[in-house]
């Protein structure tokens, strides 16, 4: 069974010209401009959430450069803020860009959108009818976009909502193209196991729950579709259900495979998980954007920590796949090759990002490489043809939990290159110390902490040695609204990260929750508030690092932006040189052939720059409407390269921007 009422608009209506302020232009006045690079069509275009399978969030353009960026304008705006039952202002889509429209998601019921790049009209709407199964989910409002590809001799939009939906539609039209699956539309929740559902409720409460807050992606005429849970550090009981991966014939729906995230009986990894923790232990969600390689024919697949975050003392072992990287066989949904990033996971360091495929050199040795960047503050660097390390990724003795139950792993695998592009760990020498005042009362703060390396052990509240605190935290390192981005003619690698400590605090289960099956939970991911209002780390607050992964080294690193006005006026710095400190948040960017193009995030000032790629230099800047929320992208329409970012701004929540150079 599936949803039968469908909100869209009859027809795609007909693109228009208008002027809605004195710098927003219509694109029938526009006076081309010739690019002296000759694009393809195809090159053109931005046709997954990562510009590419590979995710690289690269686009060979450069009629945009140093010399030019300055006069970046507005070429249109699109609010998003009325596709919800009440205004969200964090809109997470990255939309693409095919065959000269653009394609996205907008508002809690995650409605699909057709909009034209030159005006930013929108010329059609799919929405899903609602149902428990959306009411019920976590991740309505964290929808990252749609997929596409051309199946049977026709393009198809796919679309995945929080109710755990498939739905195919038209490119034209928005409507469902009714010979794929059950008139347009497949239930995911029938192939993700062997629960039973409810058509419009969902699964019983006491099984499980399970949503969706990335797109698809379609290699070799395969729709692969991951998904998402709640937070696992507000859950209080051991049983869910896992975050299997799902595949469909991209022409016709047809069920191909669904691979177990966690192992049943008979399969690989299955003794990873002890005490029979694999029959009621779930989450591993395959959360993140995925990526391929469609000539290995292989889909990558990252995963997140199983249930609960913080503690695991129920599902003793190693837990493969969870926190994991996978190789999957696209037509036969076999794993080919896995590699777990972190072992028995009780610290957050879900993979958050999409991982980026560049192809390599190094030592004189052509590498097919996959890079995956994490909260821990590493580029995993890996032959995504076979799994393994390009450079030595070393098992390490780590420290051992003092929580009753808690079993972790005696090693953890440590990155031996590229070196770390986040603090890792934190000492006394990592403390604030603009003042001898605010270093007095930042220290008094931490007398109810245990300072700790990377993997400090989460800790129950009354710990004698207080609560334990571990850098990168929950919303340290990369994480997905900047991630990575890789230039794929050079095989630099550009990450954001912040600069965030965790200090989770773990309390009897039951004293939570009267139904907590769990020894222990948290109260949430936790944190440390520094003095004054000012955070408790020394800066920078947030960085952006190149790495050349033709060698492992880092080229260069950059503040984030500048220094927040709420630090650079606070009345205890006055007067004081504290540099710059880089904001307080995860810079969103994309690389094209000629510059790295970012903005500074959610909350930041809504300032975009260009740098200069292989010397961090800042080139240009201009201002934007709002601030930056996910990654942008960029496109070339009719001869004109346009970059559109999400953006929150006065007036303008869950909106987007795009930019353009002035006519002529």
């Not at 699909?112 to 930013?120: E, N, R, S």
């Not at 976590?138 to 796919?158: C, H, L, Q, S, T």
């Not at 755990?164 to 008139?183: K, M, N, Q, V, W």
């Not at 230039?487 to 200090?503: F, I, K, N, W």
């Amino acid at each position: 069974m599936k949803p039968t009422d469908r909100t869209l608009t009859a027809t795609r209506t007909r693109a228009t010209t208008r002027r809605l302020g004195p710098a927003i232009l219509g694109a029938a006045a526009c006076v081309v401009l010739a690019s002296p690079i000759a694009i393809s069509a195809q090159q053109a275009e931005w046709r997954h959430w990562g510009s590419d399978a590979a995710s690289t969030r690269y686009a060979p353009f450069d009629q945009i450069d140093a010399s030019n960026f300055d006069r970046l304008e507005v070429a249109w705006m699109w609010r998003g803020d009325n596709f919800s039952p009440s205004p969200d202002p964090f809109l997470r889509a990255t939309p693409i860009y095919v065959n000269g429209t653009l394609y996205s998601v907008a508002g809690s019921r995650r409605t699909a959108v057709a909009i034209d790049p030159a005006t930013g009209e929108t010329l059609w709407t799919f929405r899903e009818p609602t149902t428990k199964r959306w009411e019920d989910s976590m991740r309505k409002n964290y929808g990252k976009g749609v997929a596409y590809a051309e199946a049977n001799g026709r393009g198809m939009i796919y679309l995945v909502t929080p109710g755990f939906f498939l739905h195919a539609l038209d490119p034209d039209t928005g409507r469902p193209i009714e010979s794929f699956g059950d008139g347009g539309t497949v239930d995911l929740l029938a192939n993700l196991g062997p629960w039973e559902h409810h058509p419009e409720d969902g699964l019983p409460p006491e099984i499980g729950y399970i949503t969706n807050s990335s797109p698809p992606i379609v290699v070799n005429g395969v729709v692969v579709v991951g998904n998402s849970h709640e937070q696992g550090y507000y859950q209080t009981r051991q049983e869910n259900v896992p975050g299997n991966v799902l595949a469909y014939d991209a022409g016709t729906g047809e069920h191909l495979w669904t691979f177990n995230v966690i192992p049943q009986e008979g399969e690989f990894g299955n003794d990873t998980w002890e005490n029979d923790a694999w029959k009621r232990t779930g989450n591993v969600s395959a959360w993140a954007p995925l990526s391929a390689d469609p000539e290995l024919g292989l889909v990558y697949v990252v995963t997140d920590p199983p249930t609960i975050d913080y503690f695991g003392g129920f599902h003793p072992g190693d837990n493969l796949f969870a926190t994991s990287i996978l190789a999957i066989d696209v037509q036969t949904g076999e794993r080919r090759w896995h590699f777990q990033t972190v072992h028995h996971d009780v610290w957050n360091y879900d993979n958050p990002t999409a991982p980026n495929l560049v192809d390599i050199n190094v030592d004189g040795r052509e590498i097919r490489a996959i890079v995956q960047t994490t909260k821990q503050g590493w580029a995993y660097v890996l032959d995504r043809e076979t799994g393994e390390p390009v450079w030595p990724i070393e098992e390490r003795p780590v420290p051992q939990s003092t929580v009753p139950g808690e079993h972790l792993s005696p090693t953890q695998p440590f990155v031996t290159r590229p070196a770390p592009y986040e603090m890792q760990g934190i000492t006394e020498d990592d403390i604030i110390d603009f003042t001898p005042e605010l270093r007095a009362q930042a220290m008094e703060i931490l007398e109810g902490f245990k300072l700790g390396p990377l993997f400090n052990p989460p800790s129950t509240e009354d710990h004698p040695d207080g609560v334990a605190i571990h850098c990168p935290g929950a919303n340290g390192g990369a994480n997905i609204p900047g991630g990575a981005a890789v230039d794929p003619e050079t095989g630099v690698l550009y990450v954001a990260s912040t600069r965030g400590c965790s200090a989770p605090r773990l309390v009897p289960g039951i004293d939570e929750d009267p139904d907590s099956n769990v020894e222990w939970v948290s109260v949430g991911p936790g944190g440390v508030r520094g003095p004054r209002g000012l955070p408790i780390t020394k800066p920078p607050y947030s960085t952006i690092t190149a790495i050349d992964l033709n060698t492992g080294d880092h080229i260069w690193q950059i503040p984030n932006g500048q220094t927040p006005a709420s630090i650079r006026n606070h009345p205890l710095l006055q007067g004081i040189d504290i540099g710059n400190t880089g904001a307080r948040s995860h810079a969103t960017k994309l690389v094209t052939r000629t510059l790295l193009m970012y903005a500074e995030g959610r909350g930041a000032a809504p300032i975009f720059r260009a740098v200069d790629k292989m010397t961090g230099e800042e080139l240009a800047s201009v201002d934007l409407p709002g601030s930056s929320l996910t990654a942008p992208m960029t496109y070339m329409h009719e001869g004109v390269q346009y970059v559109v970012l999400a953006i929150n701004g006065p007036g303008l929540p869950g909106s987007l921007v795009a930019l353009r150079l002035p006519e002529g």
